[in-house]
């Protein structure tokens, strides 16, 4: 499934967020948005999952018309995986996990053997299987956010937005959550600040800055020493790394 996000223009209040920016996931393609805080990677993906609504532009994902479609017929498709999930209640893990199924269900329709068997899939793919019965606020950061990729995979989508969703969480948890949706063979959209973990993982790269495209390319295109020092003010030296043959970032003020 690919996603076309074409013209899109963001405003909050009289502050223009977005400018114009077109955005073009190809089917099984991993694409990051790179850029510093502010310069509106969130705001994009957040108009692309209807969390806001855009002054002027279009998404599509492959003949959907997202922003004009149900929510529910829209998470049938994409699911997201976001920065921030605390939550004022409590579910055990596998009940949270079952959410991903409501998109899927009718009305007060209940849990049946699939929705099962899909959720412990789920549970398997991300090595939660042995906390299905836990609290899930008992759990670390690292641990919440691989329940929550788990309901997103429970709700078996064809694309996957990530916002952000590993900022916050030390490297074993980055790697964890990114190898897995790397797996999933799906088309990807996401939002990292790591740009070892961008070089990384992502087939293609976006870099944002002031709310427009900058450049954008294959990592090896974009993430140059030039285009860093652009975006985030910073002098740096890329290498390639001698053990995993990605490109590494040697940074200096």
Known sequence: MELVAKEMEIRIGKKEIIKNMSIHVKKQQFVGLIGPNGCGK???????????????????????????????????????????????????????VMLGRTPHKKMLESDNQEDFQIVEEALVRTNLIDYKNRSFLSLSGGEKQRVILARTIAQQPKFMILDE?????????????????????????????????????????????????YAHGTPNEVLTSETIEALYQIKCQTYINPVTKNLGFAFGL
């Open 42 to 96: 969130s705001t994009l993906l957040k108009s692309i999952y209807k969390s806001l609504t855009p002054h002027k532009g279009s998404v599509f994902l492959d003949e959907v018309d997202v922003l004009k479609t149900s929510e529910k017929k829209v998470s049938q498709r994409l699911g997201v995986v976001g920065q921030f999930n605390e939550m004022n209640f409590d579910l055990t893990v596998q009940q949270m």
């Open 165 to 213: 969703p590993t900022n916050h969480l030390d490297i074993r948890y980055q790697i964890e959550i990114l190898s897995c949706v790397k797996s999933l063979n799906i088309g990807v959209l996401a939002a990292l600040h790591d740009l070892e973990m961008a070089a990384h993982y992502c087939d293609y790269i976006y870099a944002i800055k002031n709310g427009e495209v």
